[in-house]
């Protein structure tokens, strides 16, 4: 089996040298410089990667179509997505692509949290992948414990199948939810990880985990609107609920009507019949787009 181990870097220097080493034991190793500013590209090639070069900083998900567009054109049987910083161990390499070789699987995705690799997260950081998680599944329909591991495999049919628009770091859910809207089989296996990592952190973690988590959403938006709508709705009429309670308990005990509140209420509960109104018509569409 042709493989294919690509790795999207953007400023890596200082690991992109000893990853590529040790990966190109399994395959081709292809490194896709996402517009670096140091010498990212020069330390692959002199380690033995293919190189392709954005002249400017596109984003993972542009890096990772570069990869798979590769990757198709050249005729590889799998590939293998691995990160350049130095988190995950190429060593491991072989793991994801035992159930795609066994034919158990068409992406395979290396998860922190099979084997307690995922305690050596920050909470906070475990708290937003919790999260991300969760959104990613009601997206897809599919169980995945670590949706954005960069560390996954992939077989020429799964490759065939990814029809993606994800610039960024949400191409991680994105790969998830296409390949189970298509039905193909989506597995785990457990990995490692470090994060004593000289380069780890390129953006600020929360203002990361909200972007993923914005595109996530709209995700779920696209696939399941009622889901989305509907629980934004539920969110007005709550608010709408404590609203007017507020404004409307003064005068039970003899009082006056609290004006703001009772006219706060009225207007989340017009937003939240309007949402779900929106979200019952954009189902219909959806499955009417499915259907047709």
């Excluded at 990966?23 to 293919?50: E, P, Q």
């Excluded at 699987?105 to 991300?132: C, E, F, Q, T």
């Excluded at 939240?272 to 259907?291: D, H, P």
Aim: contains cysteine.
């Amino acid at each position: 089996m042709r493989t294919l181990i690509i790795i999207p870097a953007y400023n890596e220097e200082l690991t992109i040298g000893s990853v590529v080493t040790l990966a190109k034991k399994y395959g081709d190793v292809l490194v896709v410089d996402d517009g670096s500013i140091d010498r990212t590209s020069d330390i692959a090639k002199k380690a033995g990667a293919i190189t392709l070069r954005h002249e400017a900083n596109k984003g993972k998900g542009q890096a990772l179509k570069t990869g798979f567009r590769y990757a198709l054109e050249n005729n590889y049987d799998a590939v293998v997505c691995l990160d350049a910083d130095g988190q995950h161990d190429p060593d491991e390499i072989p793991l994801l692509l035992k159930p795609i070789l066994n034919g158990e699987a068409d992406m395979v995705i290396g998860s922190r949290y099979l084997n307690g690799a995922h305690k050596n997260i920050p909470l906070y950081r475990r708290l937003g992948l919790w999260v991300l998680n969760k959104t990613t599944a009601l997206a897809s329909g599919a169980k995945i414990t670590d949706s954005q591991s960069g560390f996954r495999a992939l077989n020429r049919k799964a490759l065939e199948n990814l029809e993606l628009s994800a610039d960024g770091y949400h191409v991680e859910s994105e790969m998830i939810h296409k390949l189970s809207e298509k039905g193909l089989r989506i597995v785990e296996v457990p990995i490692n990880v470090r994060y004593d990592v000289p380069n780890r952190h390129k953006k600020h973690p929360v203002t990361h985990g909200v972007s993923v988590l914005m595109k996530i959403v709209s995700m779920i938006g696209y696939k399941r609107p009622l889901l989305l709508f509907g629980v934004l709705s539920l969110i007005c009429f709550i608010i709408a609920g404590i609203l007017g309670y507020l404004g409307l308990k003064p005068y039970y005990n003899g009082g006056r009507v609290y004006l703001t509140q009772a006219i706060g209420a009225g207007i989340f509960t017009i937003i939240g019949i309007q949402l779900f109104i929106a979200g019952l018509t954009l189902n219909v569409l959806s499955r009417m787009r499915r259907e047709g």
